[in-house]
Structure formats: structure tokens, C-alpha cells
């Protein structure tokens, strides 16, 4: 019974019930791997790490086949970047049960993130196929194709993300994104307000929304969605460079001076495209080529999104730039 109310309360996300719940039947049967596997998910839910992997070690020892522990253990080693023991968990538990969707997914984001694309995109689709209402893999699928430049794959997947869970923010930030590579700003726009309507600190909205209001010369609704992105992310270079961007674009200078300074003081990524921008703002335009071709080159970025990007403003009469792009300035 303290089982079935301990996966009653993790459902309702009320996880401290769940936790009481869980050591009670724990008191009851010591040695009870389902209760093992419950309280350790809430544990790697909370950031128990330690914890969450002392009982899903004694969960395996007492039920080593039982698929959602090894699973559950290729969730802790994620969580502990400890990714060939995570792998191997993951694969353990299809092995036991072909038909689990859960362990393919985490085998994508392992993927994603290492970079091998082509093994994300497969693990998402198989997590997507064993469980089509599975709208994290679909969304995480998304995800991959926008990041590698699959903007047509993109949007099927992400409209249909939308049917299955309307009411998430992400979902439509997505699509956001989607639509303005598309060169559909008006959608874009839509859809990014809708993501901020949703969850009002989605700080990548607020950026994502700025951008194309920037971009269709609705330049004071832009600042409005800058500041918004920055105040909630006072990291986010992105937004802040762009901010400065726009402030230079309109010949406000000492709010463009120092929007400039935090955004090169806060960039943390080596991403090619984020530097060709902002060395573009900061008006140095040969590194600004630089990283832009290498950019172009990896496939970070689409020609076509150069070409009318705002934060390349700076650059669209200078002719390397129009060679790297493919075409002058409108």
C-alpha cells in the first residue's frame, strides 16, 4: 500500500510525501527493489545523488533484472557525467525490456550532447515510436533537428509536440525558432509570445522574441523583450548583445557602451556564430568574418538567417560579407 501511495504523491509531484511514503514500506519490506527504485528516483529528482545511488545499488543487487532500476542507474550516472556507466545502464534496461521508451530517450540526450547527432536523432525517434505521446523525445527530437539546421523536420515535429502538450512553453519556443528561419516573423512572433505567456521567465523567449521584433523594426518592443531576457538571465550574453546592438543602431551610445562591456564580460561559450555577432556589435569586423564563416562552414547557422540577422547589421555593406552569405544588403 506505502508503494502505491509513494507512486501517488512522485505523480502529484508532492515528492517529500512520496519520500515518507517510500521509507515506511521500506520498514515494512526491507527488502523490497520497487520501493528501492521509487525512493531513489525521488532522490535523483531532489539532487540526491549519494542517496538516490546507495538504493538503487541495493535495488540492483536484490533485482537485477528489473528493467526500471538499471534504468533509473543510467539516470544517476547521467546526472554524475559519468556517461559510459550511464550507457551501459541504459542499454541494460532495453535489453530486459525492449519495449522501454524511458532508457532510449536518456541514450539521445547522451548523444546530444556528445555531439553525435545522428545517434540522438535515432534514440528520440525509437523513445518517440515504443510511446507516441512521449512529448519529451518528441520535443528533445526538435531540439536536435533545430540544432543541426533541419528546419523542415523541425516543424512537423514541433507542430505536433504542440497537439500533445499545448500548455508547454517550450514547445512554442520551438516552434518560435522554427518560424523565424522560416522567414514567417509574424508566427514567429506569435509563437514566442505565447511561450512567455506560458512561463513568464523563459529568459530564451524573451531573447528569441527581441530578435525578430528587432528584426521587423519594432525596435522599442525588442528593447522591452532584451530587458526582460536579461533581467532574467543577466548571463545571457545573446540578449545583451543584441541589446547593444540595437542601442547602437539607434544611436544611443552610452547605453550601447554598456550593454557591450556586460555582454563581452558574460560570454562563456566558444560558440562561432555567438562571437561573430558579437564582434560585429562591438564593431570589429574582421574577427566578426572570421567567426562567421567558421560558423557557416559547421553549420551553426544558416546563410539564410545571416543574411538578416540584426546583430550582423553592421556588416551587410561590407563585401566579404556579402560573399559569405551569398548575397549584398537589402
Not at 20 to 37: C, D, F, I, M, N
Not at 219 to 234: F, H, K, R
Not at 270 to 284: K, P, S, W
Request: glycine share 6%; hydrophobic share 40%.
Amino acid at each position: 500500500a506505502y508503494i502505491g501511495l509513494g507512486d501517488t504523491y512522485r505523480c502529484l509531484k508532492e515528492y517529500e510525501d512520496a519520500v515518507e511514503a517510500y521509507r515506511k514500506a521500506l520498514e515494512l519490506a526491507p527488502q523490497s527493489a520497487v520501493a528501492l527504485v521509487g525512493l531513489s528516483q525521488i532522490l535523483l529528482r531532489q539532487g540526491e545523488l549519494d542517496e538516490a545511488l546507495a538504493q538503487i545499488e541495493q535495488a540492483l543487487e536484490l533485482a537485477p533484472q528489473l528493467a526500471e532500476a538499471q534504468f533509473t542507474l543510467g539516470e544517476i550516472m547521467r546526472k554524475l557525467d559519468r556517461r559510459d556507466e550511464s550507457i551501459q545502464a541504459y542499454q541494460r534496461a532495453i535489453r530486459l525490456d525492449p519495449a522501454y521508451a524511458e532508457p532510449h530517450y536518456g541514450l539521445g540526450l547522451l548523444s546530444q550532447k556528445m555531439r553525435r547527432y545522428y545517434d540522438a536523432i535515432t534514440s528520440y525517434r525509437r523513445a518517440a515510436d515504443l510511446r507516441p505521446d512521449y512529448a519529451a523525445a518528441w520535443l528533445a527530437l526538435g531540439d536536435v533537428y533545430l540544432e543541426t539546421g533541419r528546419y523542415d523536420q523541425a516543424r512537423v515535429v514541433f507542430e505536433r509536440v504542440v497537439g500533445l502538450t499545448p500548455e508547454d512553453a517550450t514547445t512554442h519556443l520551438g516552434l518560435g525558432e522554427v518560424y523565424r528561419e522560416d522567414g514567417n516573423y509574424e508566427a514567429s512572433i506569435s509563437a514566442y509570445r505565447r511561450a512567455v505567456e506560458l512561463d513568464p521567465a523563459m529568459a530564451a523567449a524573451w531573447g528569441g522574441l527581441g530578435d525578430v521584433l528587432h528584426l521587423t523594426d519594432a525596435y522599442e518592443d525588442a528593447i522591452n523583450a532584451y530587458q526582460q531576457a536579461v533581467s532574467l538571465n543577466p548571463n545571457d550574453s545573446c540578449s545583451r548583445g543584441s541589446l547593444a546592438g540595437l542601442y547602437r543602431r539607434l544611436n544611443r551610445r552610452e547605453e550601447y557602451e554598456q550593454e557591450i562591456e556586460l555582454a563581452q564580460n558574460s560570454i562563456s561559450d566558444r560558440n562561432e556564430y555567438n562571437l561573430a555577432c558579437l564582434f560585429a556589435i562591438a564593431g570589429e569586423s574582421r574577427e566578426a568574418l572570421r567567426y562567421l564563416k567558421l560558423a557557416i562552414d559547421k553549420r551553426l547557422v544558416t546563410a539564410d538567417w545571416a543574411r538578416v540577422d540584426p546583430d550582423l547589421y553592421f556588416l551587410r555593406d561590407n563585401p566579404q560579407f556579402q560573399r559569405i552569405v551569398g548575397f549584398g544588403k537589402s
